[in-house]
């Protein structure tokens, strides 16, 4: 991460269910400062839906490049990411430390950041959030040839 936090220009789509909806709120406000450009994509008050639903619209919006990363808040933040990992394309890792959100980025070229409202809470959520965004994945590296495996399963799976 950049020491003053600058994600300036970095394209985040933003979501969560009626579970995640108070932390979702929490990181749309923390993270405005960072210069990143958000987008909220709902849910918009406490009323229940349904976490693939909503997982489903940031997913195709980050595989279709429109964006560079998705963040998604549910209760757990496991719905969420078993929903995104879905859609092809999509490396979604549901994190509740800094360590893992790092090694997301770093090794697997994670895209979607997925927190559990009801396991981290806000500030917990802002600095695995930050780290999230502001690694880099370690491309030529070992690591590359193992996320390229993982598009070649999914390359298998649509044959
Ligand atoms: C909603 O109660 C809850 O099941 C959902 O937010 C999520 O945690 C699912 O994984």
């Known amino acids: 991460m950049s020491e ?7 394209r985040v789509a933003l979501a969560s269910d009626h579970a995640g909806y108070p932390l979702k709120e929490s990181l749309r ?11 909220d994509f709902g849910t918009f008050s406490r009323e229940p839906v349904d976490y693939p639903d909503i997982a489903c619209r940031v997913a195709e ?3 279709s490049g429109e964006y560079d ?4 808040v ?30 997301a980025r770093a090794h697997n070229n994670a895209n979607i950041l997925c927190l559990g409202s009801r396991v981290v809470g806000e500030g917990l959520a802002y600095d695995i959030a ?28 649509r044959t």
Not at 69 to 72: D, I, Q
Not at 134 to 156: M, N, P, Q, W
Request: glycine share 10%.
């Open 74 to 103: 549910c209760g757990t933040g496991i719905g969420m990411s078993i929903a995104a990992n879905k859609i092809p394309g999509i490396r979604a890792a549901a994190c509740s430390d800094t360590y893992s959100a790092r090694m």
């Open 4 to 10: 003053t936090g600058d994600l300036t220009g970095l």
């Open 130 to 157: 930050m780290v999230f965004l502001a690694t880099s994945f370690e491309s030529h590296s070992r690591h590359e040839k193992r996320v390229e495996k993982i598009a070649a399963l999914e390359r298998r799976m």
């Open 29 to 39: 406000e923390s993270l405005k400062p960072t210069g990143c450009i958000l987008q």
């Open 69 to 72: 990363f998705g963040v998604l």
């Open 61 to 63: 919006a980050v595989a």
